[in-house]
């Protein structure tokens, strides 16, 4: 610029000049061609952040479609999914474990800690080969429909037809289905392995799976992992005081554990992003 000013204010070659050299014309300042800064109007992100931001657009927007689903949800009873199990069953479908039952625990009724059943979609119909049969057989013996039977309205009924059934095999889409099912109680066994790898609670604090038929429960309790047995009594205030104060001990760590599959949810694939770098340092060493 500083040349430029003294070639723009140079003074004019004298009169008596001969033969002066033809003065060459500057460009005025506006008309000076300059060059855009290089990176004008182009994102300082780089194409990896650019994809993590989408990436994770993507997630929220299918977290958002669970929880709606998760609203629409309700037990046999009509019931809609406790508050305080709510955001754990929307964290387990997040990461791919269907739920087919859950409860945030109670003092007087079921059991007295929280829990989320995992269990495949699509159960076919018919564990046992001729099990629909055995429904109909009991169900005119109980005077009641086929499906009240399998619903357990009457337990005999239902515990009678099954005693039946159960003789025979299982069906070829049954075990299909159960092998699902294992797959899904090793991934857990590798969530809470994981979960707890430097965690230490006490043990009754501790989740841990009951397995089932063709389902598993993820609680904790301990001890207290069992029905409360109504009997139609009321309980004493000093009953209902004791399963309070233990349940104000489980509840947290469930939550705790709804945490860790929420962050596991999110980074999803960063692991495998990360020993991609490192992989490539490896090799950019032994260059």
């Not at 929220?60 to 754990?88: Q, Y």
């Not at 003092?107 to 495949?120: A, D, F, K």
């Not at 991934?187 to 392995?193: F, P, T, V």
Request: proline share 7%.
């Amino acid at each position: 610029m500083e040349n430029f000013e003294k070639q723009f204010n140079q003074p004019k070659p004298p009169e008596e000049a001969k033969n002066p050299e033809p003065k060459q014309e500057v460009p005025s300042v506006s008309e000076s061609p300059q060059s855009p800064p290089e990176n004008l109007n182009k994102s300082t992100e780089s194409p990896t952040e650019n994809q993590k931001k989408v990436e994770g657009q993507e997630k929220n927007l299918k977290l958002e479609e669970i929880r709606h689903d998760v609203e629409s949800i309700s037990d046999r009873l009509g019931k809609p999914i406790e508050e305080g199990i709510k955001e754990t069953v929307v964290m387990f479908k997040a990461n791919e474990l269907p739920t087919s039952d859950s409860c945030e625990g109670h003092i007087e009724r079921g059991l007295p800690v929280p829990y989320v059943e995992v269990s495949p979609s699509n159960e076919p119909e018919e564990r046992f080969v001729g099990q629909n049969e055995a429904f109909e057989k009991v169900a005119k013996k109980y005077n009641i429909t086929p499906e009240e039977a399998k619903t357990s309205k009457i337990d005999e009924a239902y515990w009678e037809a099954m005693k039946e059934c159960s003789q025979n095999e299982e069906t070829e889409e049954y075990q299909k289905w159960n092998k699902e099912n294992e797959k899904l109680l090793a991934n857990s066994h590798n969530l809470l392995e994981e979960f707890y790898k430097e965690r230490q609670v006490e043990p009754d604090e501790k989740l841990e799976i009951d397995e089932g038929v063709g389902n598993f429960r993820i609680h904790n309790g301990g001890e207290d992992y069992q029905p409360i047995i109504e009997n139609g009594r009321e309980f004493s205030e000093e009953e209902k005081k004791a399963r309070a104060e233990k349940l104000e001990k489980y509840r947290p760590e469930m939550k705790e554990f709804t945490t860790f599959l929420k962050e596991k949810y999110f980074n999803k694939g960063n692991l495998s992003e990360r020993e991609s770098e490192s992989k490539d340092l490896k090799t950019m060493r032994k260059l």
